[in-house]
Antibody, heavy 118, light 107 residues
Framework: QVQLQESGPGLVKPSETLSLTCTVS????????WGWVRQPPGKTLEWIGH???????NYNPSLKSRITISVDTSKNQFSLRLNSVTAADTALYYC????????????WGPGILVTVSS | VIWMTQSPSLVSASTGDRVTISCRLS??????LAWYQQKPGKAPELLLY???TLQTGVPSRFSGSGSGTEFTLTINYLLPEDFATYYC?????????FGQGTKVDIK
C-alpha cells in the first residue's frame, strides 16, 4: 500500500519561500507521476503541478512563475518550492500520486497546513 | 481554464436516502472526470474516475454518470460514513480543476 507524508515548516513569512517535501513509502517513486494540491481553509482544491520520476513537470499556469517541483529518486521523495508567498498561499498542502499522469489522484498524504504570516 | 459548477452546495439527508450531486462544466471533457469524498480534517479520497469507474475498494452504492459537460454522482442508500463533502474534478486539460464541493450533512 502506497503511503505519502508531507513535511516542512508550518509557518512561512510573507515574501519568503515555502518548501515542502513528500516522502513516498510502500512503493517506488520511479513509476507514476506525483503531484501537489492545495486547499485554502474552507475552500476548494487547487492543482499546483506534478512531476514524473524522470523530472518532467507540468505546473498550474496561475502559479508557474513561482513554483518548482523536483524529485529525488534516491530518497523516494519529491518536493515543492513556492517563492514570494503571500497570505493567499495559506492552505493545506497535499502531496498525491497522479495516476499515470492522468491528472487525477489515487493516493494522498494527510496534508500539512502552511500559514503565511509575519 | 475549465470552470466547474457543482450543485447543490449543501444536501441535508437521512441515512437510507438516495443523494444526487451534479457537476456542470464550462466546456466538454468527454468522460475525463473524477469524484472525491473528503471528511473533515482528512485528505480527499478518490471514489470514481472516467466519470463512472469505481476506484478499487469503493462501495457499489456510489455511482457516476455523464459525459461532455454534465455529470452526476449518486449515492444509493446513504450510510452514516457517507456524510462528507464531495468534489468533482476534470482532468481533460491542464490545469485540472475542481468543483466547489457539495456537503452532505445529516437532516
Amino acid at each position: 500500500q502506497v503511503q505519502l507524508q508531507e513535511s516542512g515548516p508550518g509557518l512561512v513569512k510573507p515574501s519568503e519561500t515555502l518548501s515542502l517535501t513528500c516522502t513516498v513509502s510502500g512503493g517506488s517513486i520511479s513509476t507514476y507521476y506525483w503531484g501537489w494540491v492545495r486547499q485554502p481553509p474552507g475552500k476548494t482544491l487547487e492543482w499546483i503541478g506534478h512531476i514524473y520520476y524522470s523530472g518532467s513537470t507540468n505546473y498550474n499556469p496561475s502559479l508557474k512563475s513561482r513554483i518548482t517541483i523536483s524529485v529525488d529518486t534516491s530518497k523516494n521523495q519529491f518536493s515543492l518550492r513556492l517563492n514570494s508567498v503571500t497570505a493567499a498561499d495559506t492552505a493545506l498542502y497535499y502531496c498525491a500520486r497522479d495516476y499515470w499522469g492522468s491528472n487525477y489522484f489515487d493516493y494522498w498524504g494527510p496534508g500539512i497546513l502552511v500559514t503565511v504570516s509575519s | 481554464v475549465i470552470w466547474m459548477t457543482q450543485s447543490p452546495s449543501l444536501v441535508s439527508a437521512s441515512t437510507g436516502d438516495r443523494v444526487t450531486i451534479s457537476c456542470r462544466l464550462s466546456q466538454g471533457i468527454s468522460t475525463y472526470l473524477a469524484w472525491y469524498q473528503q471528511k473533515p480534517g482528512k485528505a480527499p479520497e478518490l471514489l470514481l474516475y472516467a466519470a463512472s469507474t469505481l476506484q478499487t475498494g469503493v462501495p457499489s452504492r456510489f455511482s457516476g454518470s455523464g459525459s461532455g459537460t454534465e455529470f452526476t454522482l449518486t449515492i444509493n442508500y446513504l450510510l452514516p460514513e457517507d456524510f462528507a463533502t464531495y468534489y468533482c474534478q476534470q482532468y481533460y486539460s491542464i490545469p485540472p480543476t475542481f468543483g466547489q464541493g457539495t456537503k452532505v450533512d445529516i437532516k
